[in-house]
């Protein structure tokens, strides 16, 4: 009988608005610890909402070290090539000229756009009287980069990315919005599955906290415009909820065959064990009141991991904090778990550290791979008054410590696009292993 092949984790990197590196952000979420605030990258004194969750004190050049290459990165990229280093630091396994085409690069790339100060450099020479006049705007001092619009194209982070680490092997961007690091997990999964790599590296990166981001989710209504209690904005599954927080960051895996890692005695985390992925096409902005497309994602998982509701005792939800998406998630968790949904933890770690779009599913990817490591369940924050809507397990208070056999993790992303990736402890591989005669 041939078996299937199994993906470990061994490595993770974050940049995120509680740290600046996975440790520091585990231990900020397992405090509950927030990191919204007041907006410092920009005055937003003139919008409704003035909070985000920004990435704090990063310096890209301390934190990667060749100033070549930051030359053609954006802030998102920054953040994306920080936190993959530290996940190949800390798999202790990177690219070498003899393996650099069997490794791949899997990423959710951040929605890309010309910077603000560059809109504002074209809006103050080119339109006095509303007309685009291409010689004013050469003429008058405009100072124009010529790699700019390669550093705002969808795959420059990608790029980026092979380039610095020596990656020749398979290589992907997705933009999926909300849905992004989590259907680049999904797309490593099958990729390592099928035998095309042997290595992957995968994640996602953005940053949407400039005033292009801000106006447009401020004009759906999406943010919340709690500015007097920044650290109490986000309050997934809360009967008073009124809007997400904005955030900022990046989140990245290494993934390798679980037969490499254990020959290497390489430390395993978890194992990615399950992808699911669907297309609500219900609104744009909201997911169906009856969880309808997110049901067909967590099914979908369960069913490619071979697991049964009764397995998973973990789910990091996408619990964004807005009064539609919070509804929807909860249905769709009462419609799979069934009897089970009294007993499986719940919580959404965006109560502490914001919506962070495209990198959000990598980041909590990696939450589930050091709640299966630590056995601890993180809270979800700032949840005084249950919705009745959104009845529950929710994790409230504090952490929780718990064995974790198997955790969960949801992005459901603006579009419509459903994630939802499952991973395993290795003591229970470990256990699958030895039942099908391999050890």
């Not at 980041?363 to 056995?375: F, P, T």
């Amino acid at each position: 009988m041939k078996h299937r092949r199994r993906i470990a984790i061994t490595g993770l990197g974050m940049v995120t608005p509680n740290g600046n590196d996975a440790p520091s952000s585990w231990a900020a979420l397992q405090a509950g610890r927030s990191g919204v605030g007041l907006i410092r990258s920009f005055d937003a004194s003139g919008f409704s909402t003035q909070i985000g969750a920004e990435v704090k004190d990063f310096d890209p050049h301390a934190a990667i070290g060749d100033s070549k290459r930051l030359k053609y990165a954006c802030r998102s990229h920054g953040f994306a090539l920080a936190a993959a280093t530290e996940a190949l630091q800390d798999a202790g396994i990177c690219p070498e000229p003899a393996t650099s085409s069997r490794w791949g690069c899997s990423v959710g790339a951040g929605m890309m756009a010309m910077p603000f100060h560059e809109l504002q450099a074209v809006h103050a020479v080119s339109a006095p009287d509303g007309e685009f006049n291409p010689d004013a705007l050469w003429s008058q001092g405009y100072s124009a980069d010529p790699v700019a619009f390669c550093r705002n194209q969808s795959n420059a982070g990608i790029a980026l990315l092979a380039q610095h680490f020596g990656i020749r092997g398979y290589a992907t961007a997705v933009h999926t919005a909300c849905a992004s690091g989590g259907q680049a997990l999904g797309t490593a999964l099958k990729l390592m599955r099928r035998g095309v790599v042997d290595y992957m590296l995968a994640g996602g990166y953005d940053s949407m906290l400039n005033p292009i981001g801000l106006s447009a989710f401020c004009l759906l209504g999406a943010l919340s415009p709690d500015n007097d209690q920044p650290e109490r904005a986000s309050r997934p599954f809360d009967a008073t909820r009124n809007g997400f927080v904005l955030g900022e960051g990046a989140g990245f895996l290494v993934l390798e065959d679980w037969e490499a890692a254990t020959a290497r005695g390489a430390r395993i985390y978890a194992e990615l064990a399950g992808d699911g992925n669907s297309l609500s096409s219900y609104r744009i902005t909201d997911s169906p009141p009856d969880g309808d497309g997110p049901i067909q994602a967590m099914q979908q998982a369960l069913r490619d991991a071979e697991a049964t509701c009764e397995d998973v005792d973990y789910v990091n939800a996408h619990g964004t904090s807005t009064l539609m998406n919070d509804r929807s998630e909860c249905a769709a968790l009462r419609a799979v778990m069934g009897s089970h949904i009294d007993t499986v933890a719940v919580s959404s770690t965006k109560s502490c550290m914001g919506h962070l779009i495209a990198a959000a599913g990598a980041v909590e990817a990696g939450v589930c791979a050091l709640a299966i490591r630590d056995g601890i369940a993180p809270c979800n924050a700032n949840l005084a008054e249950l919705d009745p809507d959104c009845a529950v397990n929710i994790i409230r208070g504090q952490s929780q410590s718990r064995p974790i056999r198997m955790a969960m993790s949801n992005s459901l992303g603006f579009g419509g696009s459903n994630s939802c990736l499952v991973f395993r402890h290795p003591d229970e591989v470990k256990a699958i292993r030895e039942r099908e005669g391999r050890r």
